[in-house]
């Protein structure tokens, strides 16, 4: 929330109060077909960080 809306809230008389609920999230789907049937953390977290570094490079460029 900017903070000239909390300022236009406060001149209302209305109280603001946020809450963090997430800073991002992240969902791994597969197809139902496709033969592996579980991946650890630290597997989805290595595969994650090599597309990065592929993005990464390819903007480098």
């Not at 630290?42 to 490079?57: A, G, N, P, V």
């Amino acid at each position: 929330m900017q903070q000239k809306e909390k300022d236009q809230a406060k001149e209302k008389g209305i109280t603001i109060v946020e809450k963090v609920i997430a800073y991002d999230g992240l969902a791994v789907i597969v197809h139902p077909e496709n033969p592996i049937s579980e991946l650890t953390m630290e597997q989805i977290k290595k595969s994650i960080y090599r597309r990065l570094q592929k993005l990464e490079r390819a903007w480098r460029t």
